[in-house]
């Protein structure tokens, strides 16, 4: 039973390209989000309140108001970047691994 020949009509240049620019993208959103203004971090007092453990307990904690905070559009904007590039590293071995063994069933049967 002869395996199809699977051919690739768009170039591989154009696909970098599109990670490239949808990664600028990606990084340019982040950077809006967090308004790129130098801002005057709130100064602390020195020590711990006694009352205060060192590990919160769950839901104590307050919902995010900038976009750095835990659970802000930065580290969603993070998370996002991190899966579009591992998703980016697995679809190119995948198309490379089908070329190459595309390239080899070709010259075994001919």
Request: net charge neutral; no cysteine.
């Amino acid at each position: 039973m002869p395996r199809h020949h699977i051919q690739y009509t768009e170039p591989v240049g154009h696909q970098i390209r599109l990670v490239v620019v949808t990664l600028l993208s990606f990084i340019v959103l982040a950077l809006t989000a967090t308004g790129a203004s130098a801002q005057e971090q709130p100064t602390t007092s020195q020590g711990t309140p006694v009352d205060q453990d060192i590990i919160p307990d769950p839901d104590t904690g307050r919902p995010p108001e900038e976009a750095g905070d835990r659970g802000g559009a930065l580290q969603l904007a993070v998370l996002g970047l991190v899966v579009v590039a591992i998703g980016g590293g697995i679809y190119a071995i995948t198309r490379e691994s089908r070329r190459k063994r595309a390239a080899d069933d070709s010259k075994r049967t001919a």
